[in-house]
């Protein structure tokens, strides 16, 4: 199966070179995984006379009558009318002109097949497939022929979605049932009625019937979806039996002065519970390696510093990586606040910590004289070391790849525990599945008296009805968010647009009266943090910004956000940044301002944020109107790139493909029944797809 893809017949080291680079094809298996997105039955026609608007795709057969070069440069194009009883279509090529024209004539008979579009109301199809056409004998069986993705590079050099199939076909032809031994338990097979893999691996390509077809994708999304669980549960399990990891044996005077004397509030049940979880978790010898969960607002940060005053209770150091200097100096100056009257040492590093101060630090972390480590990834440079690092927290951690959290593991002889925080929720079983290597925690509770915050959407020809809210709010004493889009951080227009806003905030807020703070990502550290600093204090009562307030920042007494273009933004980023207010115990808005031309997804996201607060809830959204491969926080996994599998549609196979990895997990782990032999070769000879997933 590993034999190189030119091995096959009718793959020239051209085509070779062709289907690696254009679709990634390597060998036999990488072919064999070149699934067909549809399947057409050549003896069903369509009548051209007959198409219309409704019919997406056309299968037709005629006759051409005419081939044409029109246009000049990039409009150059050839076209072809194709005939039959019934009416006539056009057929266009826009690339690969001088090989279509070798390849079709006229006077001859053709099958046609590709997406149908209407121009001046005639039918006509873009770079159709095409082939020779012969009338075949109607002999009751209809006969499903595969198509596969290609790409229009391919198709002009002769490898179009029908040629592929040839190729698997030849393949098939080779292939026996040793080469596609059966991978899954015999129980698992009878519970769910499956066919066997290697039938499975034929009829996706060349079912003989429908019902075949759909028999074969069920059982191999429940394959994908199940090694992809069981590949990341044996990590998890193996880690639990047997990493080495820090023992956390005791719950120390930090700890326990901290929470009698200076924790200014009561913990919520949620928080409790996960602190206690975690405690377990790091008392029991093993590393731990965890995602916390909770919405915005759930009070992750506290549960995070109580666990690193009990690292440093057994004599570790911890470190808290966020992902903006603002987050992190925010971090930063909270603990130290609550700390103040403890003896732990508390020191922040970031890109723009300099010279001495920047020493002091380093030296401090070295000599183990450090208690906790604040700062951005500048915590995971080099140069910086610890003498014992026991317990590592990740703020916001869809910021980071996978290799700056692993730089995390190397800080210590002894891997740290790890515990990685979310922004927003991600739906569990997005979470269970793209996680599924990481032991899972969930604040699901937010501290007493938050009240919802009500959720507004407004058309920009509004924006002075707004700005007179605001004004009201701000009289009682609140302060205000206005919050501009930023998509791309070197985007000059996003800045223009940016500044302008700021302009026209002016006009509505004048000086002396008002007094407004700027935040973007451009400016320098202290300029930030300066602003920052004015509006925290009360200083200033607006503060306009880009989205790098939307991670963790804190100022509950800010009560209104107000978002510009707010159709610009995705959902979960606006309810990230919805969460900046609402952290007091006032009433607290936010409103969406749109301009006058909103997509159909844009609506339906600002009416999810209108409709409810509730994280989870529009995490669960999200994944329906996006799909799972655009979550933030999963796309670096790479673990949901299925093939043929899809987490939101195919719900009920990846809870039964859940159940059945985490039986073999539980009872066997290490597969040495006989039943569980044909999963573990089955792993055996998948192993270097795993190498990313050792990190957290
Ligand atoms: P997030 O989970 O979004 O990171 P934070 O940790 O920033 O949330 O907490 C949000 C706010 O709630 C902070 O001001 C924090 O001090 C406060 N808070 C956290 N836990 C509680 C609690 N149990 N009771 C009251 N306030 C709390
Ligand atoms: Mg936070």
């Given at each position: 199966m590993t034999s190189p893809i030119e091995y096959l017949n009718g793959v020239t080291t051209f085509k070779g070179d062709l289907l690696k680079k254009?679709?990634?094809?390597?060998n036999f298996k990488d072919l064999l995984e070149h699934y067909p997105f549809r399947h057409v039955d050549k003896t069903k026609l369509d009548k051209i006379g007959s198409?219309?608007?409704?019919?997406e795709y056309a299968q037709v057969a005629g006759r051409i009558t005419k081939i044409d070069i029109l246009g000049e440069g990039r409009g150059r194009r050839l076209t072809a009318k194709l005939q039959d009883d019934t009416g006539e279509i056009e057929l266009v090529w826009f690339q690969g002109i001088n090989w279509i024209q070798k390849a079709i004539e006229v006077g001859h008979q053709y099958l046609v097949f590709g997406r149908l579009g209407f121009f001046i109301g005639k039918p006509q199809i873009a770079h159709p497939e095409i082939e020779n056409f012969t009338p075949q004998k109607a002999d009751g069986k209809n006969y499903l022929e595969p198509v596969y993705p290609s790409t229009e590079k391919l198709k002009t050099k002769g490898l179009n979605g029908r040629s592929i199939g040839k190729l698997t076909y030849g393949l098939l032809q080779l292939l026996a049932e040793k080469d596609l031994p059966?991978?899954?338990p015999e129980s698992i097979i009878k519970q769910y009625k499956f066919i066997s893999h290697f039938n499975a691996c034929r009829q996706i390509h060349f079912p003989a019937t429908e019902k075949h077809y759909l028999h074969a994708v069920r059982r191999l999304k429940f394959e994908e979806l199940f090694f992809a669980q069981l590949r990341l549960g044996l990590i998890k399990s193996t880690r639990h039996r047997f990493s080495k990891g820090l023992s956390f044996s005791q719950v120390g005077d930090l700890f326990n002065s901290f929470y009698n004397s200076y924790l200014p509030f009561e913990l919520t049940n949620a928080q409790k519970r996960v602190l206690k979880e975690i405690r377990q978790d790091a008392g029991s010898g093993k590393q731990m390696n965890r995602l916390l969960q909770g919405d915005v607002?759930?009070?992750?940060t506290i549960v995070a510093l109580m666990l690193m005053l009990i690292a440093a209770d057994n004599d570790f150091q911890a470190v808290l990586m966020a992902p903006t200097e603002i987050l992190a100096q925010q971090h930063f100056n909270g603990i130290s606040k609550l700390l103040k009257d403890m003896p732990v040492n508390v020191k922040l590093l970031t890109g723009?910590?300099?010279g001495k101060q920047r020493k002091e630090v380093i030296e401090s972390c070295e000599d183990g004289s450090l208690n906790i480590l604040i700062g951005?990834?500048?915590?995971?440079?080099?140069?910086?070391?610890?003498?014992?690092?026991?317990f590592a927290v990740v703020d916001?951690?869809?910021?980071?790849g996978v290799a700056q959290r692993a730089q995390l593991w190397k800080k210590n002889a002894l891997p740290p525990h790890v515990l990685v925080m979310t922004a927003t929720p991600i739906p569990r079983t997005l979470a269970l599945t793209a996680y599924g290597d990481l032991d899972y925690s969930v604040i699901d509770e937010l501290p007493p008296g938050r009240q919802p915050i009500n959720t507004l959407h407004r058309s920009e020809s509004a924006r002075p009805q707004v700005m007179e809210f605001v004004k009201e709010e701000i009289a009682k004493g609140r302060q205000a968010y206005i919050v501009y889009p930023?998509?791309?951080?070197?985007?000059k227009m996003d800045y223009e647009n940016l500044m302008k806003g700021y302009e026209e905030v002016k006009s509505f807020f004048p000086e002396p009266k008002y007094w407004i703070s700027m935040v973007h990502g451009k400016q320098k550290a202290d300029v930030k943090e300066t602003n920052m600093q004015r509006f925290v204090k009360g200083d200033t009562q607006i503060m306009v910004s880009?989205?790098?307030?939307?991670?963790g920042v804190d100022v509950p007494n800010a009560s209104v956000m107000v978002i510009e273009?707010?159709?610009?933004?995705?959902l979960s980023q606006l309810h990230q940044l919805r969460g900046?207010?609402?952290?007091?115990a006032e009433k607290s808005f936010c409103i969406l301002l749109t301009g006058p031309k909103i997509s159909n997804d844009a609506r339906e996201r600002l009416k999810i944020m209108v409709a409810t607060n509730d994280g989870f809830k529009i995490a669960e959204k999200d994944l329906e109107i996006?799909?799972?491969?655009?979550?933030e926080g999963t796309k670096?996994?790479?673990?949901?790139?299925f093939k043929l599998a899809n987490i939101v549609q195919d719900k009920v196979i990846l809870e039964a493909a859940r159940t059945g990895a985490e039986r073999i997990l539980d009872d066997d782990p290490d597969m040495v029944e006989p039943a569980h032999q044909p999963v573990k070769n089955y792993l055996q000879q998948q192993k270097a797809k795993t190498a990313w997933s050792k990190i957290s």
């Open positions: 254009e679709l990634g094809i390597f198409l219309s608007l409704g019919n059966e991978n899954l607002g759930s009070g992750k723009s910590s300099k951005t990834h500048a915590v995971i440079e080099v140069n910086v070391v610890f003498k014992n690092l026991g916001e951690q869809h910021k980071f930023l998509i791309e951080e070197s985007s880009t989205t790098v307030i939307e991670v273009s707010a159709e610009k933004f995705g900046r207010v609402g952290r007091g996006r799909g799972p491969g655009d979550i670096q996994s790479g673990v949901l790139n």
